[in-house]
T-cell receptor, first 112, second 114 residues
Framework: AQSVAQPEDQVNVAEGNPLTVKCTYSVSGNPYLFWYVQYPNRGLQFLLK??????LVKGSYGFEAEFNKSQTSFHLKKPSALVSDSALYFCAVRDEGDKIIFGKGTRLHILP | DGGITQSPKYLFRKEGQNVTLSCEQN?????MYWYRQDPGQGLRLIYYSQIVNDFQKGDIAEGYSVSREKKESFPLTVTSAQKNPTAFYLC?????????????FGQGTRLTVV
């Protein structure tokens, strides 16, 4: 069965600094990986997804993610953080039977 | 205006009552999902459906039931057997059979047992 792990409950970054939110995965076949963001009392919004063959994926709002097959990781990154990036971030994996499993989420605080 | 709609936004239930949460989508998606969100536990999958008249249990299906009589609709019933139903419930939909496509989420229903 597939799974994802987000090892950090919270990440604090100063505005203007680079940020990384970590995600590792476990799948039996090819990984289909996604990042979503959630603002308070709202649904999730799609940020980006892994495309086979591209180790660096670019997404919405200046976010990107780095895929590393040997480390089974798909870390979310942004070169320069904004206060408005503060939110809850989820990593997810989808299997070929359409089942989508999410990590526990990482709360990102960008400090002004 | 395409999207996925959950209703109501807030729902209060007395202990021992069943309640049904609505989820409708007009995105022509085959796959639909229900998740429960609790603080510190992320999103946990309750049920999902790939096609009409078919659905599969997720990781925490006990105390919940669903139906998928129409492609557009995937209602979730929280039964009295669910011991701790107070949570934020999220519905999602996605293209079915295409693993590299993202899910679209509704705005959620916050259920409180009173």
């Amino acid at each position: 069965a597939q799974s994802v792990a987000q090892p950090e409950d919270q990440v604090n970054v100063a505005e203007g600094n680079p940020l990384t939110v970590k995600c590792t995965y476990s799948v039996s076949g090819n990984p289909y990986l996604f990042w979503y963001v959630q603002y308070p009392n709202r649904g999730l919004q799609f940020l980006l997804k892994y495309i086979t063959g591209d180790n660096l994926v670019k997404g919405s709002y200046g976010f990107e993610a780095e895929f590393n097959k040997s480390q089974t990781s798909f870390h979310l990154k942004k070169p320069s953080a904004l206060v408005s990036d503060s939110a809850l971030y989820f990593c997810a994996v989808r299997d070929e039977g359409d089942k989508i499993i999410f990590g526990k989420g990482t709360r990102l605080h960008i400090l002004p | 205006d395409g999207g996925i709609t959950q209703s109501p936004k807030y729902l209060f239930r007395k202990e021992g009552q069943n309640v049904t949460l609505s989820c409708e989508q007009n995105l022509n998606h085959d796959a639909m999902y229900w998740y429960r969100q609790d603080p510190g536990q992320g999103l946990r999958l309750i049920y999902y459906s790939q096609i009409v008249n078919d659905f599969q249990k997720g990781d925490i299906a006990e105390g919940y039931s669903v139906s998928r009589e129409k492609k557009e609709s995937f209602p979730l019933t929280v039964t009295s057997a669910q011991k701790n139903p107070t949570a934020f419930y999220l519905c999602a939909s996605s293209m079915g059979g295409r693993v590299n496509t993202e899910a679209f989420f509704g705005q959620g229903t916050r259920l409180t047992v009173v």
